[in-house]
Every structure is written in structure tokens, then in C-alpha cells.
């Protein structure tokens, strides 16, 4: 299986600040990646896939980017409803996921 | 619009089985496979499988092909996830993601509490 390293595990930051979450996989994805934002009590919502395309209904601050073995997401400006967990998954191989980003607010 | 909606929380015995349901609408049920995805409590989340809607066959992964069944009613649109013989690991909350990778719909997920 491919192993998703997603760092870091958690993350403090201030509204209106730029916020980057990081994965790598332990070999190349061709960028067959997604990420997605959970809210607790919540179920997954998916953000980006393919590594850099924005789901329909995403706000544009969020961005996805890389290639290869390295991915990230990118959160512009980040509001207080963006407090939540990220996950990356990828689906080039048999689907698994990163271990999850905690984004608070400082 | 595509709606997935799971059964209740279930409370279980270790040794003990359970049927999680998965009723889907919004589309044509035999359309997209059905898959299954655990999250243990305050950990990520973890693929198990999926399962065929057309023809009912079942992929698992690695770690769940020993007591874990997926199964369908298709007259029903409705999925199902059955654990045999709980263990307290299996505590977890179990979502239905209908489609293909990556998952744009899930289920609200199923909560599911092993304890003697």
C-alpha cells in the first residue's frame, strides 16, 4: 500500500492568515490526490481532487498544488468556519489516507 | 440530490455481530459502487472496501477481509455493512461514500461502540 505522511498533525493560525498542510507519499501518485475537510460530529467534504482542482462549491482560498510525492493545500485568508481536520487521500493505487491535520484558531 | 443516509448508533458486546445500513437516493442506486470507509474515535480515516452494486461483489481491503461483509438490497437502495465477532477495536464511526475515488458524497456516518 502507499503511505500518506501528512504534516503537521496540528496547526495554530490567525484569521486572515495563509495556512499550508502538507503530504507525501511513500512513492509517486501521479496526482491522484484529494483533500478533505471534517468538521467534528461531521462526515468528510471534498475540497480538491486530482491534486490541484477545486470541488464544486469549494471557496477559492483554498488551493491544492504538487506533484510527484509531494502535495499540499493551501488555505488564503483563513476564516473561523475553516477550523476543522484535513485529510489527503490517494487513489492512483488502492485508496488510503494521510493521518489528519487539526487547523485551530490562536 | 444524492443523499446518503446511515443507520443509528449501535452499542455492542465484544463477540457480538451488527448490520449498518446505507440508504441511498438522488440517483440510480446500481449507478456507482458503494464504498465503506472506519474512523476510529479521534484517529483518521481508514479505506475498507467496496462493493460492486451491479453484480454484488464485494472488495475488501487488507484489514477488513476477515468479519466484515458488505451487502446489498437493491430494490432497496440500501447498503449494508455487517461486522462479525466485534472486537473492541472495531469502536469507530463507519461512513458510506457512494462513487468512485475521491468521494464527493458520504453518508453521516454510523458510530459504532464495542464495550463489555
Known amino acids: 500500500d502507499i503511505q500518506m505522511t501528512q504534516s503537521p498533525a496540528s496547526l495554530s493560525a490567525s484569521l486572515g492568515e495563509t495556512v499550508t498542510i502538507e503530504c507525501r507519499a511513500s512513492?509517486?501518485?501521479?496526482?491522484?490526490l484529494a483533500w478533505y475537510q471534517q468538521k467534528p460530529g461531521k462526515s468528510p467534504q471534498l475540497l480538491i481532487y486530482n491534486a490541484n482542482s477545486l470541488h464544486t462549491g469549494v471557496p477559492s482560498r483554498f488551493s491544492g498544488s504538487g506533484s510527484g510525492t509531494q502535495y499540499s493545500l493551501k488555505i488564503n485568508s483563513l476564516q473561523s468556519e475553516d477550523v476543522a481536520s484535513y485529510f489527503c487521500?490517494?487513489?492512483?493505487?488502492?485508496?488510503?489516507f494521510g493521518g489528519g491535520t487539526k487547523l485551530e484558531l490562536k | 440530490q444524492i443523499q446518503l443516509v446511515q443507520s443509528g448508533p449501535e452499542l455492542k458486546k465484544p463477540g457480538e455481530s451488527l448490520k449498518i445500513s446505507c440508504k441511498a437516493s438522488g440517483y440510480t442506486f446500481t449507478d456507482y459502487a458503494m464504498q465503506w470507509v472506519k474512523q476510529a474515535p479521534g484517529k483518521g480515516l481508514q479505506y475498507m472496501g467496496w462493493?460492486?452494486?451491479?453484480?454484488?461483489?464485494?472488495t475488501y481491503a487488507d484489514d477488513f477481509k476477515e468479519r466484515f461483509v458488505f451487502s446489498l438490497e437493491t430494490s432497496a437502495s440500501t447498503a449494508y455493512l455487517q461486522i462479525n465477532n466485534l472486537k473492541n477495536e472495531d469502536t469507530a464511526t463507519y461512513f458510506c461514500?457512494?462513487?468512485?475515488?475521491?468521494?464527493?458524497?458520504w453518508g453521516q456516518g454510523t458510530l459504532v461502540t464495542v464495550s463489555s
Open positions: 461514500a457512494p462513487g468512485e475515488v475521491p468521494f464527493a458524497y
Open positions: 487521500q490517494q487513489y492512483y493505487n488502492y485508496p488510503t
Open positions: 512513492e509517486d501518485i501521479y496526482n491522484g
Open positions: 462493493i460492486n452494486t451491479q453484480t454484488g461483489k464485494p
